[in-house]
C-alpha cells in the first residue's frame, strides 16, 4: 500500500521555522493500531490523516496522531491540512473538518495565510503545584486547568517563559497533559511555550490546541477580543488569536516542505 505524504511546517512563514505536521490522505480510515505506527514512523508531533466525508456537513474527515497517543485537539494539523486541501482547489476558500473528539473544524483564507477555528476552551483557576515544581519556575502568577488535560502556569514576564528549564520526567509522571507556560510578550502581546512529555512530545514548537485554551484567557485579561502571540520554542511561531464567541480565531501562514509517497 502506498500512501501520500507531505510535510507542512504550519504557524511559518519560512521553511524550517514553526511547526512541522505529516497530512496523509486517506481513500478510507485504516485500522487504528496501523494509523499509530505510521504517526510513529513519521516521529512528528502530529500526523493529521484525512478522509473525504460521505455527508453535506463536512469535507473531510480528520484524525490526529502523536508518535504515541491519539490526541483530542491539534490546532497545527489541522491549519496544515486546510493548507494542503486549499492548495490544491485554488477555487476553494475554505474547507471544513469533522474530527471525533473536538467537533467540527474549519479552515479558511485570510489575506497571505489562513484562519482556524477551532472551540475556545477557557480553563479554569485550579492549584498546579506538581506542575510548576517539574516547571522549576519558582513562583507563579496564576495556575488554570482545562479539564481536556491542559494545564496553564502564568508568569510575570516573557524573559521567565524563555528561562524555563522543565524536568521533563517529572512532568511526564502527569500524564498526557499539556502544560502551557506563559507572560505578556516583550515584541508581541503574549509569549509562550508548551510541553507535552505525557503524550512523547517533550516542547511543542508551535500549538494551535494551547492557544484555544489561552484565546480566552487573554482577551479577558488584556480586555479586548484579540492579541497577538508568539510560541517561544527553539523553531519560534507567530500566531493571531482572536475570540469570536464559541470560537478562538486562530491566524498563520504554511509552508509545504517535503511531498512524497509513504510505502506500508
Partial sequence: MTIPFVQIDAFASAPFTGNPAAVMPLRAWLDDALLQRIAAENNLSETAFLVPADDADADFELRWFTPTVEVVLCGHATLASGHYVLSADPGRDRVRFRTRKAGGLAVARADDGYELALPAWAPD??????????????????TLWHPHGYGVVVLETAA?????????????????????VTAPGDETDIVSRVFAPGAGIDEDPVTGSAHAVLTPYWTNRLGRDRFTAFQASARGGHLTCRLDGDRAVLGGQCVTVIEGVFAV
Fill in 160 to 180: 521567565q517563559v524563555r528561562a524555563c528549564g522543565p524536568d521533563f520526567r517529572r512532568l511526564a509522571a502527569g500524564g498526557d497533559v499539556l502544560t502551557i
Fill in 125 to 142: 483557576p485550579k492549584p498546579l503545584d506538581a506542575i510548576v515544581a517539574a516547571l522549576g519556575v519558582g513562583h507563579a502568577v496564576e
